[in-house]
């Protein structure tokens, strides 16, 4: 990923590894070549790993829609949280982070391209998000999130990581200690790069392809 980074010119763009669905065997695999930090969609499975690898010091960050009734566990065990997108999530995560551990690194999901079925703030709601995440001590905002549509035309891809761009550019102005946009995934994460994200969620492309639910024996 770093010489991929350095292709496109942006020598400071993350590698986050999306290890849903993925054991923590193959997890500790993953941190043993070097990688710290890991993306889970939803809480209930990420907490057994999360424990199980305690020892190692990992970075966890949740990148699945957080629902409300999951937020205080969300904030007492991950250091991310990249999905925020309403001001009842700021509130939640505020309230239950703990004052023992440091502030809760947050994103602000943008809907970009504003599919009906995805979540995601629209982009005229990110400034209201924004200041209200800096009016909370136990939250740390750290910039935008976005998942575009999986466009089969990759400059409408690029068209949605351009937009996503711009919009960090504006956010930064008002809140300059920002610094991450995570946009890109395993089949564009370099025309992510190369539009601007500083963090690209990875999964296939490093644990190879998921195996398919099997139905449980009768």
């Known amino acids: 990923m770093d010489n991929a980074s350095q292709r496109c010119g942006r020598p400071n763009a993350r590698l986050l590894a999306v290890s849903k669905t993925r054991s923590a065997a193959a997890i500790a695999a993953m941190a043993a070549c070097g990688q710290q930090a890991f993306g889970e969609n939803y809480v209930q499975e990420a907490l057994p790993k999360i424990?199980?690898?305690?020892?190692?010091?990992?970075?966890w960050h949740l990148i699945g829609h957080?629902?409300?009734?999951?937020?205080?566990q969300a904030a007492v065990a991950f250091d991310w949280v990249q999905t925020l997108d309403?001001?009842?999530?700021?509130?939640?995560?505020?309230?239950h982070r703990p004052d023992s551990l440091s502030p809760l690194n947050v994103l602000i999901q943008v809907n970009i391209?504003?599919?009906?079925?995805?979540?995601?703030?629209?982009?005229?709601?990110?400034?209201?998000?924004?200041?209200?995440?800096?009016?909370?001590p136990r939250l740390h905002l750290r910039g935008l999130m976005a998942i575009p549509a999986p466009a089969p035309d990759m400059q409408r891809r690029r068209s949605a990581f351009r937009a996503m761009t711009a919009?960090?550019?504006?956010v930064h102005?008002?809140?300059p200690g920002i610094d991450t946009?995570?946009?890109?995934?395993?089949?564009?994460?370099?025309?992510?790069?190369?539009?601007?994200?500083?963090?690209?969620?990875?999964?296939?492309?490093?644990?190879g392809a998921r195996q398919p639910k099997t139905e449980p024996a009768a």
């Open 51 to 59: 424990e199980a690898l305690r020892g190692l010091g990992l970075e």
């Open 66 to 72: 957080l629902q409300s009734n999951k937020a205080e």
């Open 86 to 95: 309403r001001l009842k999530l700021v509130t939640a995560l505020a309230k």
């Open 113 to 136: 391209d504003d599919e009906a079925s995805k979540s995601g703030c629209h982009p005229d709601e990110v400034a209201a998000l924004a200041v209200a995440i800096t009016h909370e």
């Open 167 to 170: 919009l960090f550019t504006a």
């Open 173 to 175: 102005m008002r809140h």
């Open 181 to 207: 946009l995570s946009m890109g995934m395993s089949e564009d994460f370099v025309a992510a790069i190369e539009e601007g994200a500083t963090m690209v969620r990875i999964g296939s492309a490093l644990f």
